[in-house]
């Protein structure tokens, strides 16, 4: 719809907990294709190819075969339409456009529902390295692939559910929620039988963290661990300090699975541990250096 203007519809900025960030209309919007300027399937080309070159090797096997499954191209910007057509087959999921990073809850809806939002607008070419929210390389080449494994999609979906519930109970568990999400969907590593892999759509979608979360000796890896993990603070705007490690998306499902309100009820109680912490109890993959670490407060 070439009607459509090219650049994103930003409501209004807000200062939140989380600092300035953009508020954008909530409706859900058709891609406008046909706005996509020769810059912007160029942005998407290099940072594909990019990202392609970097993954093989150190992105999940399961990850690589469903992005190829799905008939994602260096050539243009996908055609969301045409990737539900495959999608939809596939899972149940389909892609909804949006203009940027949405409410919670209407996030967790989408996602119970099997919709997963795509940012519609891509980065400038002067961002290639670096944007502090999500922009459709991220959506799209970062978290969309995975949709297409059967485990992992029932999983997204049961987070969305999930999320749902939270919100209902309280900021708190919304919380510990949101480190569960960051720590697998986002920053996620999986144990093949050759070694560590990135599933995490923060990382694949980034050539900086693609490298360090695996070869870089200033991180923790560690055995994903449930409550662990709700207790865990993050870092938005460097690399992470701790990468958890899940043996299979099966082992992520079934971890999941029990209902969380007890275990909120519980953490209630329970400090958080800082980013960088390795516990007695942890399964350690690695102890990081902590080399480089910032000392500034985790998020
Ligand atoms: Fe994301």
Request: charged share 20%; net charge negative.
């Amino acid at each position: 719809m070439s009607s459509q203007p090219a650049t994103p519809a930003r409501v209004e900025h807000q200062q939140t907990d989380k600092g300035y960030v953009p508020v954008y209309t909530t409706a859900v919007v058709e891609q406008p294709w046909d706005a996509y300027t020769a810059v912007d399937h160029n942005v998407w080309a290099q940072l594909f190819e990019r990202q392609r070159k970097l993954l093989v090797g150190r992105a999940s096997d399961e990850f690589l075969v469903a992005q190829d499954a799905m008939g994602m191209t260096p050539d243009a910007i996908p055609k969301f339409a045409e990737l539900n057509n495959i999608l939809e087959k596939a899972t149940g999921w389909t892609l909804v456009g949006v203009e940027g990073l949405l409410p919670e809850l209407t996030f967790f809806e989408h996602l119970a529902n099997r919709r997963f939002p795509v940012t519609w607008w891509i980065r400038k070419p002067e961002q290639l390295d670096y944007l502090a929210e999500p922009d459709l390389f991220h959506d799209l080449f970062g978290h969309v692939p995975l949709l297409m494994n059967p485990v992992f999609a029932d999983y997204m979906a049961a987070y969305g559910r999930g999320g749902v519930k939270a919100h209902g109970i309280g900021p708190e568990a919304l919380v510990n929620l949101t480190r569960l999400y960051w720590y697998t969907v986002e920053f996620g590593l999986i144990r093949q039988a050759d070694g560590l892999r990135i599933y995490g759509s923060g990382i694949v979608s980034s050539k900086g963290e693609s490298i360090h979360c695996l070869e870089s000796d200033a991180p923790n890896r560690i055995g994903f661990d449930l409550e662990r993990i709700m207790r865990t603070r993050y870092r938005i705007d460097t690399f992470q300090k701790t990468y958890f490690v899940i043996d299979s998306f099966e082992q992520l499902m079934q971890a999941t699975q029990p209902d969380f309100a007890p275990i909120y009820a519980r953490l209630a109680q329970a400090p958080s541990y800082p980013a960088g912490t390795v516990l007695e109890t942890d399964r350690v993959f690695h102890r990081g250096s902590g080399e480089g670490w910032p000392d500034d407060a985790d998020f």
